[in-house]
């Protein structure tokens, strides 16, 4: 029984890294209908962000989370800016945008690796490596600072979407954008900021990344099916669904792993991307089956 | 008033139709790939005269992708669903001949449709299940493909795992050592090319274009969609398939990190948009382009990293300003040289 509870501790304090990962990807799907493939290459930039701060000036990557935020959300900006705002009236947007997004995955992957090699990092504060115990049972302590702060993370973003004017205009652009933008939302403006809100994400979970995996660039397209696995199981654009199927897929991939491996604990991720988008290609919340 | 007879209808109508296909066919330069593959068997001859190993290395290098980005191209060009997991097919058809090579020494050359058909069966079980989502579902899909078949692979003991398995050099002096799978790879591009011409020019390939136009109209007019774009999964993983088969003879080896690994299929993806989605010439242009492009940045850049973030660039720019490809492109504004047009 110990066993259990101590493998269902594990994969929740993971679970609640994902969903941090996750969610910027679904809010930038929600607003802009872009499967953003770039996504975890971004969050590992975020994770350098961190580890560099950390080597050059001993800052702690809890402390450097907003910076991480802030740089990733101005680069969100530039890149809109530069990339997808034109791309707004190709006929075949959805199509195109996850190909350009594919390739600016390989753009940033290769710009990362030139300038930081692919040598595995990872940032080791003190509680990287510490751990509560509660009788036989032991929470590590970095898991648990990264999955309440992602928690913290998304709780507000939550209440910004749900009590802000601002994410009222947000959540109108995601259920219906021509009908948002009769009643008068700026929605060019609308996907701007939800953009760069989504990237900013990516930086703030790379912070929490840094310490909680190893890291090198190349590492970004384990992390594209399994992000993929989350958002689609959630149900694309949908937050919530996003956090909760985080938290049902890392405790399933750490009980696979405990009792048949470590290897296939990663498979999970992949097989269950396949089967939802079999069974149910719009996941638990998604409400109508745009994807498929 | 005389009544129109059904059958004068279509006479006149099949008549008119023969008189189009002439007017196409006049126009058309069969010369020129004729004389292109007449060149490209005439090469090797260059070796009485002294080691032009690497020039042979770099056409059978770019044949290699012609047949990948030919067969790439009947699914993600001809019927619209891009695919950036063929190279599962690719390593599927390398291992299946590969470890027959290496059991029975049977030279993966005569293999190569085997394998062909092992990678076409899969696609065709792959395409009934994953065919089933359109779009960005259906490209996401495909790169889990590649995922799951990288976990399996690496963790079959039978096939060597991660590390692989070596495979037995051929013994020919080192001047000629290259020369079957240059054929082979050279045969196998023409084969390609003209069996995507053979399917556009089909019924099926006017099935699969009215697919990438629009589905649910191709359908109600008709048009099995779902065996049609399941065939053409099978059809273009067969090409891949036999690409692999010799390639993993050709290197040496069959290892994972070689056949699972994205680039190989971002350069299938890229070679297709590069010349052009959708046409004949397209892959062989792309191929020739993306070729020249790596050989240049290995040259003079060096690092594998720089080789990606200039993929990626390329594709990128490819993808913002020319999204038709050179052909294409070319081709709608008139301005596509007769030799090029394939189509």
């Not at chain 1, 969903?19 to 969050?43: Q, T």
């Not at chain 2, 190279?87 to 590969?98: D, E, H, K, L, T």
């Amino acid at each position: 029984m110990a066993e259990v509870i101590q493998i269902l501790i594990l994969g929740m304090a993971l679970g609640g890294v994902y969903a941090l990962m996750g969610s910027g990807l679904s809010l930038v799907f929600g607003v802009m209908r872009i499967v953003n493939l770039a996504h975890p290459v971004l969050i590992m930039a975020g994770a350098y962000v961190a580890y560099w701060a950390a080597r050059l000036y001993g800052l702690d990557p809890l402390l450097t989370l907003p910076i991480a935020a802030v740089i990733l959300a101005a680069t969100g900006v530039i890149l809109y800016k530069l990339v997808f705002e034109r791309e707004a009236r190709s006929a075949k947007y959805s199509e195109m945008t996850v190909l350009l997004t594919f390739a600016l995955a390989m753009v940033i992957e290769g710009a990362l690796g030139t300038a930081f090699t692919n040598t595995q990092r990872v940032t080791s504060p003190d509680y990287a490596t510490d751990a509560f115990f509660i009788g036989d049972i032991f929470i590590p302590k970095g898991q648990l600072y990264a999955g309440i702060v992602s928690l913290a993370i998304i709780s507000a973003l939550a209440l910004f979407l749900k009590y802000s004017r601002f994410g009222y205009a947000i959540r109108a652009t995601t259920q219906n954008r021509e009908a948002a933008e009769l009643l008068g939302v700026n929605v060019n403006f609308v996907g701007l900021v939800s953009f760069a809100i989504g990237i900013g994400l990516a930086g703030a979970a790379g912070s929490l990344v840094s310490f909680v995996f190893s890291f090198f660039p190349a590492k970004h397209w384990e992390w594209i099916a399994v992000l993929m696995s989350l958002v689609v199981l959630g149900g694309m654009g949908s937050i919530f669904g996003t956090v909760l199927a985080s938290f049902i897929l890392a405790v399933v991939a750490a009980f696979i792993g405990a009792y048949f491996g470590a290897t296939w604990s990663t498979l999970t991720f992949f097989v269950a991307l396949f089967v939802v988008l079999l069974v149910r290609p719009q996941g638990i919340f998604g409400e109508k089956p745009e994807l498929a | 008033m005389a009544s129109l007879d059904t059958n004068d209808v279509l006479v006149a109508r099949k008549a008119y139709n023969a008189g189009l296909v002439q007017d196409v066919s006049k126009e058309r330069a069969y010369w020129f790939p004729a004389l292109v593959l007449a060149l490209l068997l005439l090469l090797p001859a260059l070796q009485f005269t002294g080691n032009y190993n690497y020039l042979i290395h770099l056409v059978l290098f770019t044949a290699s992708y012609v047949v990948m980005a030919s067969g790439w191209n009947i699914l993600g060009g001809f019927t619209g669903y891009i695919s950036l997991g063929h190279n599962v097919f690719f390593a599927v058809g390398g291992y299946f001949a590969g470890m027959i090579f290496a059991r029975y020494g049977i030279s993966t050359i005569v293999l190569a449709p085997f394998a062909g058909l092992v990678a076409g069966l899969l696609g065709y079980l792959v395409g009934q299940i994953t065919l089933r989502v359109r779009g960005p579902s259906f490209i996401i899909s495909s790169l889990a493909l590649v995922m799951i078949f990288r976990i399996l692979f690496e963790n079959w003991d039978f096939v060597g795992g991660a590390a692989g398995v070596s495979l037995k050099a051929n013994d020919l002096p080192v001047q000629w050592a290259k020369l079957p799978y240059y054929y082979a790879f050279v045969l196998m591009a023409a084969f390609s090319v003209w069996a995507a011409y053979r399917i556009k020019h089909s019924k099926f390939g006017l099935g699969l274009r009215a697919i990438s136009k629009d589905e649910i109209k191709a359908e109600s007019a008709g048009i099995n969609t779902r065996f049609y774009k399941t065939l053409a999964f099978a059809i273009s993983a067969f090409f891949v398939g036999m690409a692999g088969a010799v390639w993993g003879e050709y290197l040496t080896y069959i290892r994972p990190n070689i056949f699972l690994i994205i680039l190989v299929s971002v350069n299938m993806v890229l070679i297709c948009i590069l010349g052009g989605k959708g046409t004949i010439a397209g892959p062989v242009v792309g191929a020739v382009l993306l070729v020249s492009f790596n050989e240049f940045f290995v040259a003079t850049l060096g690092a594998s990293e720089i080789n990606i973030l200039a993929t990626g660039l390329i594709m990128m720019l490819c993808l913002m300003f020319f999204p038709l490809g050179i052909v294409g492109t070319l081709a709608r504004l008139r301005k596509l040289p007769r030799i090029l047009n394939w189509d």
